[in-house]
């Protein structure tokens, strides 16, 4: 109550001194009983239980598949395989992990899987490049002021970092696409791709030193 009837001006002190983690808790607590309870009406039969997990989890599943492949089709036709496999499986997932954590390591391993046998065929299309980039912090920035050689600039600097994620090796493409667009912890992308925390750091440091010589030529010559 106390916290309720705070001034204003205390409130963000509060959020940031431990009330917001306690909120974000909760949160995370009310979706993964929520999952749990979809979870096991669906290993009773009820398959439109699942269709609510499917439906609550298409959005950021998308993102992620996506950000791997950078191509839209081959993002559906993942999407519904990744989700076939995991009512196919769901019987069989006893809670261990989150419901969350189970369908993002499905999805991961399925999308790696699926790049390493698409290899080389992949050409990536210019006309394919999707808006993701511009949750970026340093886009956003960029983006607050307008004019035509800015626009020029900033669809060229959206072009060249798709063409830099594209030239990631695909693991380290995914803890990029985990870590820096889908906002996860370091502890849970290694439940996901089930390896040391110590490695997801060491990963994105990589990613991101790559990403930033992909970047150098661009940032000291832009679109004039």
């Known amino acids: 109550m ?35 309870q979809l979870v096991a009406r669906t290993q009773d039969g009820e398959a439109s239980a699942f269709d609510q997990l499917v439906v609550k989890y298409t959005p950021r599943l ?52 699926f790049l390493k046998k698409r290899g080389r065929r992949f050409h990536m299309s210019l006309d394919d490049v999707d808006a993701s980039i511009q949750n970026d912090k340093e886009f956003l920035e960029v983006t607050q002021t307008s004019s035509p050689v800015r626009e ?36 849970e992308i290694s439940k996901i791709l089930n390896v040391s925390e110590g490695t997801v750091r060491s990963r994105l440091f990589y990613a991101n030193r790559q990403l930033q010589n992909y970047l150098d030529e661009f940032r000291k010559n832009p679109v004039a």
């Not at 409130?11 to 949160?27: H, N, P």
């Not at 950078?70 to 036709?77: G, L, R, V």
């Open 2 to 36: 106390n916290a309720v009837l705070a001034p204003p001006r205390r409130i963000s002190d509060l959020l940031s001194s431990g009330l917001g983690a306690t909120v974000k808790k909760r949160r995370a607590m009310d979706q993964r009983d929520e999952d749990q």
């Open 62 to 113: 998308y993102g992620l598949v996506y950000n791997m492949t950078s191509n839209h089709e081959d993002t559906n036709d993942l999407l519904q395989d990744i989700f076939a496999k995991a009512y196919k499986s769901i019987r069989g997932f006893r809670g261990k992990s989150s419901f969350y954590t189970w369908i993002h390591s499905i999805a991961v391993n399925m999308t790696l899987n």
């Open 152 to 187: 020029a600039d900033l669809s060229e600097l959206q072009r060249r970092l798709n063409e830099a994620m594209m030239k990631l090796s695909d693991e380290h493409r995914a803890v990029v696409t985990m870590f820096h667009i889908q906002g996860m912890p370091h502890a």
